[in-house]
């Protein structure tokens, strides 16, 4: 298994936590089963997939797959906690706030000169998914 595919694995995993969250804590909730402890476990199996993330920096450290991936997860938090702001003081509204995260995150791979390729989508994808999860969910 290349460097690629791996990494796709690990972003992968954790997005599908994240969507099966979404899906499901609804219907959970509904049938009267404690969603809290079923979003606590996703957010133990983000920390894992998180830890994981950081063993690969460790073995791989001059790795560019994984140091661009990296600064992807970096720059989404960053985006995804100003576009919470920008939604907060008014300036956006609710269902801008993923699309306003993922600008950021495109402008700042513009900025590095980074080319943004399908596959680099897709991880801009999870990360703003996973940062969203770990900011918690505000309406």
């Known amino acids: 298994m290349n460097n ?3 990494i796709s694995l690990i972003i ?3 997005v599908g936590v994240i969507v099966a969250s979404g899906i499901f804590l609804p219907a959970l909730k509904k049938k009267g089963i404690d969603a809290g402890s079923v979003l606590e476990q996703a957010s133990n199996t983000i920390g894992v997939i998180n830890k994981t993330f ?3 920096k460790t073995i791989m450290p001059d790795n560019p797959a994984v140091n661009m991936i990296d600064k992807i997860l970096d720059w989404a938090y960053i985006g995804v906690e100003q576009a919470e702001q920008l939604y ?5 509204k609710g ?3 993923k ?3 993922i600008d950021f ?10 080319e943004i390729t399908p596959s680099i989508e897709k991880i801009i994808d999870g990360a703003v998914e996973a940062s969203v999860l770990a900011l ?3 309406k």
């Open 12 to 14: 992968g995993l954790a």
């Open 4 to 6: 690629i595919s791996l």
């Open 95 to 97: 269902d801008e706030r």
């Open 136 to 138: 918690g969910h505000k």
């Open 105 to 114: 995150i495109r402008e700042s791979l513009n900025l590095a000169g980074i």
């Open 88 to 92: 907060l003081i008014g300036r956006i």
């Open 99 to 101: 699309a306003a995260a």
């Open 54 to 56: 950081d063993s690969l």
